[in-house]
C-alpha cells in the first residue's frame, strides 16, 4: 500500500513571552509514512486519536540549558505530551492491534513505539468518549486525586479554597472535597466559569478579576486546605488567611510561567506562625503509589455522574499551537482536548 | 516568718526594632512574698531556678492586637516562658515539696501556681545539671528532635543543611542528622561559632558573614533537608540548591523578627518543579506525640555525651532583659539559660 501524509507538530522557536501558534510551533506535512511496511523493530505502531493540552507544556518550551522538573522541547523536533493512542500493528507481546493506550504519545498521527511498559491499556468498560481518558480520567483527574489523597488531610466542616477551580483539575478538585464533607471556595477569571463552579458544588464562587481574592477569604475562611494553580498574590492572599495547620498543595502557579518579573510574596514568617505545610508535587511522582486505585475507582465514579467534568475540544493535530495558546491565556473553558482522529 | 523580697522582671513597652533592657523591660523588687503563709488555694508555691531565654520570646514583645501564634505579653506584667523551678509547698495531691517541675514559669523569683498538669516532674536520674532541662533537654533539644523526626526523613548520604548551627537547637540538629548518616552542611555568624559547629560533627561549616551561602551550596549540595532558622534570603538559596524532594523545616525565621522590611523569596515556583515540602511548626504541637519517648531516651544520651551541648548561662533575674537582648543579636554561643537561683 502507498505512504501516507504523517503530519507533525514541531516546535520551531524558544518564546518569550506567551507562545505564538506558526512561530513558536509549526505544523509540518512533509513525512509520509507507510503504515503496513514501517519497521516495528520489536515494538509497536500507533495512530494518536486525542492529546491532552496543558498548562504545563509551556513550561518545556524554554532553553535546555535551564533546569527544571520536565525535559525541555527539542527545536525542530515535535512536541509530545500525555495522549491516547490505537495500536496498528505490534511486535511486542504485551500489545495487540486495537488496544488503546494511555502515555506520552509524539505529536504526530502515526509513531512507531519501543517501551510499551510506560503506557496503559484502557479498556474503557465504562463506555466514556475516549477524550475522557487524557482529561479527567487522565493526568488531570489523576492530578486532583492523587495530591488529595497524599496532601489533603480533608476533615469535614473544614474550609477548602480552590484556585482555576473551572479548570479541569480544580474543579475535579472542588468535587473531591465536597464529598468530604468541606466548605468550598473556589475562583475563576470570568463569570461564565464562576456559574460552572457553583454548578460543580462550590459554596463560594467569586471571579478574581472582580473581586479580591483577600476580601473573600477574610470573609469566608480560614482556609485548612488550599489548591494552587496561581502562586504569586493569590498565594500570599491564602497565607494571610490561612487557618493554623493548613495544608497547601502546590499544583501550579501559572502568574509566573509568562513573566519573568513575577510577584513576591512577602508573608513567608506565617508559614511558622501558623504551622503550614506546603507540598510542592508532581503528579507523575505520585502514580506509583495511587494509579491502581485510580483507574479501579474513578472512571466508574465519572460514568455514574457523581464527578462532572467540561471538555475544551480542539480538532485537528494542526491547531495543537492555537490550543496550547488557549490555554496559556485561559481562554480555554474546560479541559483542552486536541482530537487529532476519530477511532 | 517574714516576708521576703519577690523580684519580678516586667513588660514595659513595645519595642520597635530589638528590645532594650530597662526600657523594654524592668526588673522590680517592690513585691514580697510571705512563703509559709501565702495562700495557695489548691495549688502549688513554686521557686525559679532557671528560665530559657529564647528567640520566640521577641514575637511576644508586641502589640497585642497583632495575631500570632503565641499570645503577647501584657504590659506591666511579668515575662514568662519555660523554666524549671523547685516546689516549695503544696495543696495539689500530684506534686510534692522538693519536686522539680519544668513547664511555663513566671519571670519571678517565687510564684503560686494552679494546674500541676501543665507541667512536668523532671527526675534527673542522669544527675545532669538543672540547667540542661530548659535547654538541650528542655525545649531546644525538644524542638530539634520532634520536628527531626516528624519531617525530616533523613537518608543516609543525603545532605542536611543547618542554620544557626552554633545554636541550641541547630547544634542539635547537627547531630542527628549525623547520626543519622548525612552529610551536614552548617552556618554560623562567627569564627568560634564555625569551630563549635565542626566540634560537634558537621562535615561543611561556614561563617555567612564571610561566605556566600548560595556559593557553598551550589558546591556542597543539593540539599535534601534543609533546617531553617533564618529564612529570608538564607531561604531562597536553600530553595535554589534544593534536590529534588527536599523537605525544608522551619523552625525561625529570625531575620525577619526585628526588621519591618525582610526580604522576599523570588524563587517559589521551585516548590513544585523540585516537588519540595515545606513545613512550618511550633514545637508545642508535637509534643503531645514524640515527648514520652522524648524524656525516655534523650537526657540519657546527653548523659553519655553522645550528644554535645554548650550553654550561655547569665545569672541573676535582673539580667533577664540583657539575656533576651543578647539572643536577639545573636551575642549568645551556646543555649541561653538565665539562673535565677541555686537548688
Given at each position: 500500500?502507498?505512504?501516507?501524509?504523517?503530519?507533525?507538530?514541531?516546535?520551531?522557536?524558544?518564546?518569550?513571552?506567551?507562545?505564538?501558534?506558526?512561530?513558536?510551533?509549526?505544523?509540518?506535512?512533509?513525512?509520509?509514512?507507510?503504515?503496513?511496511?514501517?519497521?516495528?523493530?520489536?515494538?509497536?505502531?500507533?495512530?494518536?486519536?486525542?492529546?491532552?493540552?496543558?498548562?504545563?507544556?509551556?513550561?518545556?518550551?524554554?532553553?535546555?540549558?535551564?533546569?527544571?522538573?520536565?525535559?525541555?522541547?527539542?527545536?525542530?523536533?515535535?512536541?509530545?505530551?500525555?495522549?491516547?493512542?490505537?495500536?496498528?500493528?505490534?511486535?511486542?507481546?504485551?500489545?495487540?492491534?486495537?488496544?488503546?493506550?494511555?502515555?506520552?504519545?509524539?505529536?504526530?498521527?502515526?509513531?512507531?513505539?519501543?517501551?510499551?511498559?510506560?503506557?496503559?491499556?484502557?479498556?474503557?468498560?465504562?463506555?466514556?468518549?475516549?477524550?475522557?481518558?487524557?482529561g479527567i480520567c487522565g493526568?488531570a483527574g489523576e492530578?486532583a486525586c492523587?495530591?488529595?489523597?497524599?496532601?489533603?488531610?480533608?476533615?469535614?466542616?473544614?474550609?477548602?479554597?480552590?484556585?482555576?477551580?473551572?479548570?479541569?483539575?480544580?474543579?475535579t478538585?472542588?468535587?473531591?472535597?465536597?464529598?468530604?464533607?468541606?466548605?468550598?471556595?473556589?475562583?475563576?477569571?470570568?463569570?461564565?466559569?464562576?456559574?460552572?463552579?457553583?454548578?460543580?458544588?462550590?459554596?463560594?464562587?467569586?471571579?478574581?478579576?472582580?473581586?479580591?481574592?483577600?476580601?473573600?477569604?477574610?470573609?469566608?475562611?480560614?482556609?485548612?486546605?488550599?489548591?494552587?494553580?496561581?502562586?504569586?498574590?493569590?498565594?500570599?492572599?491564602?497565607?494571610?488567611?490561612?487557618?493554623?495547620?493548613?495544608?497547601?498543595?502546590?499544583?501550579?502557579?501559572?502568574?509566573?510561567?509568562?513573566?519573568?518579573?513575577?510577584?513576591?510574596?512577602?508573608?513567608?514568617?506565617?508559614?511558622?506562625?501558623?504551622?503550614?505545610?506546603?507540598?510542592?508535587?508532581?503528579?507523575?511522582?505520585?502514580?506509583?503509589?495511587?494509579?491502581?486505585?485510580?483507574?479501579?475507582?474513578f472512571?466508574?465514579?465519572?460514568?455514574?455522574?457523581?464527578?462532572?467534568?467540561?471538555?475544551?475540544?480542539?480538532?485537528?493535530?494542526?491547531?495543537?499551537?492555537?490550543?496550547?495558546?488557549?490555554?496559556?491565556?485561559?481562554?480555554?473553558?474546560?479541559?483542552?482536548?486536541?482530537?487529532?482522529?476519530?477511532?
Open positions: 500500500m502507498a505512504p501516507v501524509p504523517n503530519g507533525r507538530y514541531l516546535f520551531k522557536e524558544i518564546p518569550v513571552g506567551f507562545p505564538i501558534p506558526g512561530q513558536t510551533t509549526v505544523y509540518d506535512e512533509s513525512q509520509t509514512i507507510d503504515l503496513h511496511t514501517v519497521p516495528l523493530n520489536g515494538g509497536f505502531l500507533v495512530k494518536v486519536l486525542v492529546l491532552s493540552i496543558d498548562p504545563y507544556i509551556r513550561s518545556k518550551m524554554r532553553d535546555p540549558s535551564i533546569d527544571s522538573y520536565t525535559p525541555a522541547y527539542f527545536l525542530n523536533e515535535p512536541l509530545y505530551g500525555y495522549g491516547l493512542a490505537v495500536v496498528l500493528r505490534s511486535e511486542d507481546a504485551t500489545l495487540h492491534p486495537g488496544d488503546h493506550i494511555y502515555g506520552i504519545h509524539t505529536f504526530k498521527h502515526y509513531s512507531v513505539k519501543a517501551d510499551a511498559s510506560q503506557y496503559r491499556v484502557i479498556k474503557n468498560e465504562e463506555k466514556l468518549p475516549w477524550s475522557a481518558y487524557v493526568m492530578t492523587y495530591a488529595w489523597k497524599e496532601y489533603a488531610r480533608p476533615q469535614k466542616g473544614q474550609v477548602a479554597f480552590v484556585t482555576a477551580g473551572a479548570g479541569p483539575v480544580g474543579a478538585v472542588i468535587q473531591l472535597a465536597k464529598a468530604d464533607g468541606m466548605k468550598v471556595i473556589a475562583s475563576a477569571g470570568s463569570d461564565d466559569k464562576v456559574d460552572f463552579i457553583k454548578s460543580v458544588g462550590a459554596d463560594v464562587a467569586f471571579n478574581y478579576k472582580t473581586e479580591r481574592t483577600a476580601d473573600v477569604l477574610a470573609k469566608e475562611g480560614p482556609v485548612d486546605v488550599y489548591w494552587d494553580n496561581v502562586g504569586g498574590e493569590t498565594l500570599e492572599a491564602a497565607i494571610e488567611h490561612s487557618a493554623r495547620y493548613a495544608r497547601f498543595i502546590e499544583c501550579g502557579m501559572i502568574s509566573a510561567y509568562n513573566s519573568s518579573s513575577s510577584y513576591h510574596v512577602k508573608n513567608l514568617t506565617k508559614i511558622l506562625s501558623r504551622e503550614l505545610s506546603i507540598n510542592g508535587f508532581i503528579v507523575s511522582s505520585l502514580r506509583a503509589k495511587y494509579v491502581d486505585a485510580f483507574y479501579a475507582e472512571p466508574a465514579r465519572v460514568a455514574r455522574g457523581e464527578i462532572q467534568y467540561k471538555e475544551y475540544p480542539v480538532r485537528g493535530l494542526a491547531e495543537a499551537g492555537q490550543a496550547i495558546a488557549d490555554v496559556q491565556s485561559g481562554k480555554n473553558f474546560g479541559k483542552c482536548v486536541l482530537i487529532v482522529a476519530d477511532d
